[in-house]
């Protein structure tokens, strides 16, 4: 299975900070990667697809990059509603697998 | 719009099964697979598998192999995930999500709860 492992696991930033959270992938999936922003009680939403096209409706302010293992997303402009926890996918090859996920915490 | 909307809450013994609905609306059901994904109390996700609406193919996760089925009923745009030989750790919030690989959209989750 490919292993995907994000950094840091969790963090404290202000309102307006740039914030960007690492995914490194096992081996090599190419751009097959997703991120998702997930709230308490709530769904999973889904925020950059194939590792840097944003999703319809998703803020600007969010892009993602990278190829290969190693990937970014980066909030440019963090806002109070931003404060969640976030998840990286790969779906280059099943078993599909999700990171630990990074929980973004007001400083 | 595209709606999933999920089964509610259920508890179940160990040794057990459940069976757990989700019901698709705004857009052709055939046109897109389901894939159900699961979060342990605490937990981060994962992938249990994904059905395809089509034709019913279907991918499951090795771990699961042999406990999981997943179906589908196009009349009624409903997709279906049974687990069976429930355990302690089956507890989870269970989604079906649209898409086989990006999720766009979300059902809003179900808890099942194992517990004697």
């Known amino acids: 299975d490919i292993q995907m492992t994000q950094s840091p696991s969790s963090l404290s930033a202000s309102v307006r900070d740039r914030v960007t959270i690492t995914c490194r992938a096992s081996?090599?999936?190419?751009?097959?990667l997703n991120w998702y922003q997930q709230k308490p009680g709530k769904a999973p939403k889904l925020l950059i697809f194939?590792?840097?096209s944003l999703q319809s409706g998703v803020p600007s302010r969010f892009s993602g990059s990278g190829s290969g293992t190693d990937f970014t997303l980066t909030i440019s402009s963090l806002q109070p509603e931003d404060f969640a926890t976030y998840y990286c996918?790969?779906?280059?090859?099943?078993?599909?697998?999700f990171g630990q996920g990074t929980r973004l915490e007001i400083k | 719009q595209v709606q999933l909307v999920q089964s509610g809450a259920e508890v179940k013994r160990p040794g057990a099964s459940v069976k757990v609905s989700c019901k698709a609306s705004?857009?052709?059901?055939?046109?897109?697979?389901i894939t159900w994904v699961r979060q342990a109390p605490g937990q981060g996700l994962d992938w249990m598998g994904w059905?395809?609406?089509?034709?019913?193919?279907?991918n499951y996760a090795q771990k699961l192999q042999g406990r999981v089925t997943m179906t589908t009923d196009t009349s009624t745009s409903t997709a279906y995930m049974e687990l069976r030989s429930l355990r302690s750790d089956d507890t989870a919030v269970y989604y079906c999500?649209?898409?086989?690989?990006?999720?766009?959209?979300w059902g809003q989750g179900t808890l099942v709860t194992v517990s004697s």
């Open positions: 996918q790969q779906t280059f090859t099943t078993p599909i697998t």
């Open positions: 194939a590792a840097s």
């Open positions: 059905i395809s609406a089509y034709n019913g193919q279907t």
């Open positions: 081996q090599s999936i190419s751009t097959y």
């Open positions: 999500a649209r898409g086989r690989n990006e999720g766009d959209y």
């Open positions: 705004g857009y052709t059901f055939a046109s897109y697979s």
